[in-house]
Antibody
Framework: QAHLVESGGGVVQPGGSLRLSCTGSGFNFGSYPIHWVRQAPGTGLQWLTAIWYDGSPQFYTDSVKGRFTISRDNSKNTGYLQMDGLRVDDTGVYFC????????WGQGTLVTVSS | DIQLTQSPSTLAASVGDKVTITCRASQSVDDWVAWYQHKPGKGPKRLIYRSTALDGRVPSRFSGSGSGTEFTLTISSLQPDDFATYYCLQYESYSGFSFGQGTKVEL
């Protein structure tokens, strides 16, 4: 059974950076797209970005384009979300998921952007 | 960008009730719609994909319908484990997937 674990969340000041990781097990990680989805406090789910099986292409929602970068290392069964220029409204729980539409999800990692 | 509007935002129901949640798209997404159940502290659970296809291990009381711009998730007989928030997702194009704003099903 597919299992995903996110890590790398934490507290960061506005303008700072964080890199989230998403490690998969129990399935052929390199055969599936990876997505990142965010849930801001008190709000719903927001799709952010996705990356194809072999790393190209990548897709982004407008609000993170140019600030966030998705990547993956299939040899490590791990996907990444590099987040630069963080803003207060980037605060939330970040989930990774595989397949399209996303089928298997991690439990999320909390990112707090605050001064 | 394609916008999804779910209704209602909150739904009060009892065990055994039939529950219907609607999702409307701002333009046609063919049948590229999925439905998710989300509980606090957990990752979302996919229930339905391609508008009507039930995921494995999802109880048959869940069903999906619709195409184009109008979609429906139906729970035929609400069970205690079904109290949660439900989201529709359109995945018509990788240029921008989008979720509805969610429907909280509560007692």
């Amino acid at each position: 059974q597919a299992h995903l674990v996110e890590s790398g969340g934490g507290v960061v000041q506005p303008g700072g950076s964080l890199r989230l990781s998403c490690t998969g097990s129990g399935f052929n990680f390199g055969s599936y797209p990876i997505h990142w989805v965010r849930q801001a406090p008190g709000t719903g789910l927001q799709w952010l970005t996705a990356i194809w099986y072999d790393g190209s292409p990548q897709f982004y929602t407008d609000s993170v384009k140019g600030r966030f970068t998705i990547s993956r290392d299939n040899s490590k069964n791990t996907g990444y979300l590099q987040m630069d220029g963080l803003r207060v409204d980037d605060t939330g729980v970040y989930f990774c998921a595989t397949d399209t539409p996303p089928s298997d999800w991690g439990q999320g990692t909390l990112v707090t952007v605050s001064s | 960008d394609i916008q999804l509007t779910q209704s209602p935002s909150t739904l009060a129901a009892s065990v055994g009730d039939k529950v219907t949640i609607t999702c409307r798209a701002s333009q046609s997404v063919d049948d590229w719609v999925a439905w998710y159940q989300h509980k606090p502290g957990k990752g979302p659970k996919r229930l339905i994909y391609r508008s009507t296809a039930l995921d494995g291990r999802v109880p048959s009381r869940f069903s999906g319908s619709g195409s184009g711009t109008e979609f429906t998730l139906t729970i035929s007989s609400l069970q205690p484990d079904d109290f949660a928030t439900y989201y529709c997702l359109q995945y018509e194009s990788y240029s921008g997937f989008s979720f509805g704003q969610g429907t909280k099903v509560e007692l």
